[in-house]
């Protein structure tokens, strides 16, 4: 077997060559101390080069072949592989990828077989693989580090046998080698005829970059209140609209809609008087911060919002200080980060090539007080070790170093996707780090426990006005049950328990069902249950439980995109549900669930529908062309079968003349025998 040294010119460290020597076959090798080392290092103003910190793929090399490498080879090294090779980028800024192309595969078993093929046949270990087409059009891309590693496996690859198969082996084309296709040059002096394409013009280029992020974050920021109130319920009464129209196109349309639809001026029904927000600035409880790199010579690791702006193929992150939607609390929090993970060893995670670490900061700061910061990271290739090291290090950081007088109560590293938990085998999504397990709010008169990862509504004085007009609508009254589909935190169950009977909260999230029991108790609710799973299997268990003749009212308050079909489905088939109240955070993504919902009785869904009563628009995000709606709706009357049986005895009856009729001239031309 070759060197690796000798085929690349590696520079190994002598404790890689030792490694290499004893024969452990491709194996990561760290040229550094390990994480945790250099995490405790870190308190002792020790800082390592960054170029230390990557790993470098080997094969194994015997002891000849490590005494036949020259040292002049062994010492100085022309191109790494393993390595991720210097960020290069093309003329506009996009980033240059490395890889080969393998064509003629007909029979693929696998992306894992063929990562291993290519390890055995160059001994280099591809990023990824991705697959284009099918059988005999199949092109598979395989993306390296660098070029030299495109080199070596292009080469190697060539004209090989993949699961008995002979593949050809290229280089992936990147930039303009594609131009030959498009045929000659057109000459300097020919004019071209004029492009029908719609040019991208920035409105934003005359902008610093904080002017930027204001003005995405906060479009609305220097229109007048009143104008941003009657922009935005224009714009509802048009989903409205768009609603009415996709009810009219059904193959059914309601009876009640073309009456409805005049007497509104074309809306699904009456839209009542907007309910304005309390609060216009620093309303925000909840914040999601990016992490990137910023504007400043070096891009040094920033937490912000995306201004917009590329650089280097790299979306440049800025600092929130004219936001004047964010808490200033919530903005502190943001810069301490950003001091500590500036001397952190990690770096931030580049999406354009899917390295690195650190990728968004949330800060919760409710009302009642404290503050819940959630670090989200891309653990890659990090051990538990490895990670415990990190959290020790952040617990240093903000109980005993610059961090303490942050004011966080509460910290959890996030990580970000399954597939690498276990890749990297870490068992938790959320896991705590320091100070209480949770942070709790106050909403009309109640307590509220809240979790990383459970839903609560950004704004606490607009959340009153909403919650109190959908307790208005329910129109509840002592033996009534409500049903609170997509619960949460249990908050508007919790805020119509003491009026009601029963409450029952059905929610998807665990975690969420355990804080909603956990506020009920604390709130000394009695009359409260809580159901883990999905709406659609438990409302009909519901309907069996507590029969026909209950007075049963919902509240449907589903996410962003709106209910599920299955979910709407079971809620129409739910006959003894007679009203229902209907909140959408983005009603044009949710207009699908209210069109199923208002659809008359047809050959695919026999349930009875609804029928929309009055919307209302509640401005829960100020400064923003954002608002939450709720929409009453009640049931449909379901047919007499009285009337049902009167048509068809008039239907009988009227054949049965008929028919008489119809025998009369018969008998009167029938010739009688002669009597005898």
């Not at 009359?527 to 309907?543: S, Y």
């Not at 009203?579 to 955070?585: D, G, T």
């Amino acid at each position: 077997m070759l060197s690796i040294s000798r085929r690349v010119g590696v520079q190994l460290s002598s404790c890689s060559r030792s490694y290499i020597s004893r024969g452990i076959s491709r194996r990561c090798i760290l040229l550094d101390t390990p994480l945790s080392s250099r995490l405790s290092s870190r308190s002792a103003g020790t800082s390592l080069s960054s170029s230390l910190r990557r790993p470098i793929h080997t094969t194994a090399m015997s002891q000849e072949e490590m005494a036949s490498v020259p040292a002049a080879q062994a010492g100085a090294g022309v191109g790494p592989v393993g390595q991720d090779a210097p960020r290069r980028v093309d003329q506009f800024g996009k980033p240059i990828v490395f890889g080969v192309a393998i064509e003629g595969v007909q029979h693929y078993p696998g992306d894992e077989e063929l990562k291993e093929w290519v390890k055995e046949v160059s001994g280099i270990a591809p990023k990824y693989v991705q697959v284009f087409g099918t059988h005999h059009n199949r092109v598979i891309r395989v993306y390296l580090r660098s070029p030299e590693e495109e080199k070596i496996v292009t080469a190697r690859a060539q004209r090989a046998h993949f699961s008995g198969q002979k593949v050809t082996c290229g280089p992936i084309k990147r930039g303009n080698q594609g131009a030959e296709r498009r045929g000659p040059k057109r000459p300097s002096g020919q004019s071209s005829a004029p492009s029908t394409k719609r040019l991208r013009i920035d409105n934003l280029a005359h902008l610093s970059p904080e002017e930027r992020v204001s003005k995405s974050i906060e479009p609305l920021k220097h229109v007048p209140y009143e104008d941003q109130l009657k922009s935005k319920a224009e714009t509802v009464a048009m989903q409205l609209k768009s609603i009415t129209s996709e009810l009219a196109k059904s193959t059914l349309v309601p009876t009640w809609l073309p009456q409805q639809r005049a007497a509104t001026g074309g809306l699904i029904c009456k839209m009542l008087d907007t309910l304005p927000s309390p609060n216009l600035e620093q309303y925000r409880i909840k914040v999601e911060f990016s992490i990137g790199p910023g504007p400043e010579e070096g891009k040094p690791l920033t937490i912000g919002f995306h201004s917009g702006l590329i650089q280097g193929g790299q979306s440049i992150i800025i600092n929130p200080r004219q936001c004047t939607i964010l808490k200033d609390k919530a903005k502190a929090t943001a810069k301490v980060f950003e001091e500590y993970l500036r001397e952190c060893d990690l770096v931030y995670y580049d999406e354009s090539t899917n390295l690195g670490y650190w990728r968004t900061l949330t800060v919760r700061t409710p009302e009642a007080g404290g503050c819940m910061a959630i670090v989200q990271m891309h653990p890659q290739g990090l051990t538990q070790e490895d990670v415990d090291g990190e959290i020790r290090a952040l617990q240093q950081y903000f109980t005993e170093g610059a961090g303490k007088a942050s004011g966080i109560t509460s910290m959890y590293l996030h990580f970000d996707n399954a597939r690498y938990r276990r890749s990297t085998k870490l068992t938790v999504d959320y896991h705590h780090v320091l100070g209480e397990k949770h942070i709790y709010e106050s909403l009309l008169g109640l307590n509220f426990r809240i979790s990383p990862s459970a839903f609560f509504q950004v704004n606490n004085g607009a959340t009153e006005l909403l919650y109190s007009t959908i307790c208005d609508w329910c129109r509840v009254t002592e033996n009534s049950v409500v049903l609170d589909i997509c619960c949460g935190t249990g908050t508007i169950a919790l805020a119509l328990a003491k009026k009601v009977k029963k409450v029952i909260g059905i929610e998807l999230c665990e975690q969420a069902v355990e804080d909603a029991k956990k506020n009920a108790e604390e709130n000394g609710i009695t009359n409260a249950e809580f159901i883990c799973g999905r709406a659609e299997h438990v409302l009909p268990t519901l309907v069996k439980r507590f029969g026909r003749r209950t007075e049963l009212v919902a509240v449907l308050d589903p996410p962003r995109a709106g209910a599920l079909p299955p979910v709407i489905t079971a809620i129409k088939k739910c006959s003894a549900l007679k009203r229902l109240v209907f909140v959408a955070c983005d009603l044009n993504q949710s207009k699908d669930s209210v069109v199923r919902l208002c659809r008359p009785p047809n050959s695919h869904d026999y349930s009875i529908g609804f029928k929309p009563e009055h919307v209302v628009m509640v401005d829960m995000f100020p400064q923003t062309p954002h608002c939450e709606v709720a929409m009453l709706l009640n049931r449909l009357p379901a047919p007499k079968l009285s009337d049902f049986v009167k048509k068809t005895d008039t239907t009988t009856s009227t054949a049965t003349a008929s028919s008489t009729q119809a025998e009369e001239p018969k008998e009167s031309t029938e010739t009688k025998p002669e009597e005898p």
